[in-house]
């Protein structure tokens, strides 16, 4: 199986800057896709950003260019950097890796609070 473990979450204020990882335990290259999901308080979970393991990105329109998603295959990390942050923002985001063989991941997820 696929073990994925997010970091980089935390409090910070409103117009701040984070940079998530999720270090995944296989090699990045055998995978379809990856991507960071969130879920708000009592909201339904939606995509952030995706990323194939060809290297295409696609993200989430209601975005508008604040975040940027790279995988890094030294480190078999998936990263997501998150710039201008607003209190909607605030979340619990989730790293999700599609291994073409043995399926869907999640992580645990990490908290993100943006305070204004």
Known sequence: QVQLVESGGGLVQAGGSLRLSCAASVSLFSTNSMGWYRRAPGLQRELVAGITGS???HYADSLKGRVIISGDINNNTIDLQMNNLEPEDTA???CAVNHPNWGLFWG???QVTVSS
């Open 92 to 94: 619990i985001y989730y």
């Open 55 to 57: 290297g295409f990105t």
């Open 108 to 110: 645990r997820g990490t």
